[in-house]
């Protein structure tokens, strides 16, 4: 059975766009518009500034973006805006940060918080094992706290928020690494947005960051160049060599959303159909499957279930395989099974992997 990027439900690095794919397979070699190799190609130079400038552009306008907000392409992951945030708006502060803990993900950054101050867990769902939400009005915080951290999508237990904070008082902070661009979102509730590249974005190697110029303010002057948001605002995103591959893509996924999705408000429609023909395939069958997330704190981006046993895990998985459908294996912190729905898996294949649970529940 041959495999195709259509049926890859991985978590990340994730599936792209088929259209986006064939470009970059003739930009390998040679890009049309320069004639040299993408992998080549200087990111001192006009086309690569072309680049950034589109990808900024298409960012802005996907997501409205409003004029005082910055967008900056970093490198380190996500991981790293775990310290940098720290560093930048808790360091010598003497405030109180705040963390919701509600997954993976999530947990691991008041873990680098500690090393600039104090994190404080404001609710965490560990001892029932990240498998439900909180209600933004249930919060309480520390008014005077220097930020509000918390993620919106957990990729590993496949939990994600339905709506934005608001009235919460305090500058908010947002992991989206793994729901960002799925569907609208409204920036102007956040002080700083972070997602890496390598789920809707694009392949890994770039992480966004958009951040507002009045939070920016704040963030601290005196760090190491490469670990301080000023330098990479003064010097465009090129203070070093960035990666301009994973930037070139980003642009190229973002010109797809564009042109061929139509932008946020048609990709959220797919999104939720494509999640709810997973979800009612599963919940057909309670017997079979047992999801992880409460309901209505349910992931459109990853689906996590356990079968009865691992030994049933490890035949679906199998059957899976053999059906050409890749990428299904849960995280292995949680174990059991996970699909992945970014934005470049189309319904057809969603519907294929929708028919195909309910098969393998079906005696
Ligand atoms: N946050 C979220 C929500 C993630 O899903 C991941 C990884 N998949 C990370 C942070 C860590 O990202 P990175 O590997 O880029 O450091």
Not at 21 to 34: D, F, G
Not at 103 to 117: D, F, I, L, N, R
Not at 263 to 278: F, R
Request: include cysteine; proline fraction near 5%.
């Amino acid at each position: 059975m041959t495999l195709n990027n259509q049926r890859n439900f991985s978590a990340g690095p994730g599936a792209l766009p088929d259209s986006v794919l064939r470009q970059v397979q003739e930009a390998i070699v040679a890009l049309p518009e320069t004639g040299i190799s993408v992998l080549g190609m200087s990111h001192r130079s006009d086309w690569f500034e072309q680049q950034l400038h589109d990808a900024e552009n298409n960012l802005r306008s996907l997501l409205d973006i409003p004029k005082n907000y910055q967008i900056l392409f970093l490198q380190g992951g996500s991981s790293l805006q775990f310290s940098m945030i720290p560093m930048a708006f808790l360091r010598g502060t003497g405030k109180t940060a705040e963390y919701l803990e509600t997954g993976y993900w999530s947990s691991k950054a008041p873990k680098e918080a500690v090393h600039e101050g104090n994190a404080h867990i404001a609710w965490s769902d560990k001892v029932a094992g990240f498998r439900s939400l909180p209600d933004w009005g249930q919060l309480q915080l520390d008014p005077k706290a220097a930020y509000l951290h918390y993620v919106s999508n957990e990729t590993v237990e496949g939990l994600e928020f339905k709506s934005e904070p608001k009235d919460l008082s305090v500058p908010i902070i947002c992991d989206m690494s793994s729901n960002l661009l799925a569907r609208p979102v409204d920036i102007s509730r956040f002080d700083l947005i972070y997602a890496h590249a390598q789920k809707n974005l694009g392949p890994a190697g770039v992480t966004l960051v958009i951040v507002k110029d009045e939070f920016l303010a704040c963030a601290r002057n005196d760090l190491p160049s490469m670990l301080n948001y000023h330098t990479h605002l003064s010097a465009h995103s090129v203070y070093n060599t960035p990666c301009v591959f994973s930037i070139y893509v980003l642009n190229l996924v973002t010109q797809w959303m564009l042109r061929e999705v139509g932008g946020l408000i048609s990709m959220g429609e797919l999104n939720n159909k494509k999640a709810n023909l997973i979800y009612q395939a599963l919940d057909q069958f309670p017997e079979h499957y047992q999801l992880h997330a409460h309901p209505p704190n349910r992931s459109e981006m990853n689906v996590t279930f356990r079968l009865k046993s691992s030994l049933l895990e490890a035949d679906f998985l199998k059957n899976a395989r053999s059906s050409g459908f890749t990428g299904l294996e849960g995280h292995r912190s949680l174990g059991g099974i996970r699909i992945s729905l970014y934005n470049a898996i189309g319904l057809q294949a969603t519907q294929e992997l929708a028919q195909f649970l309910i098969s393998q529940a079906t005696p």
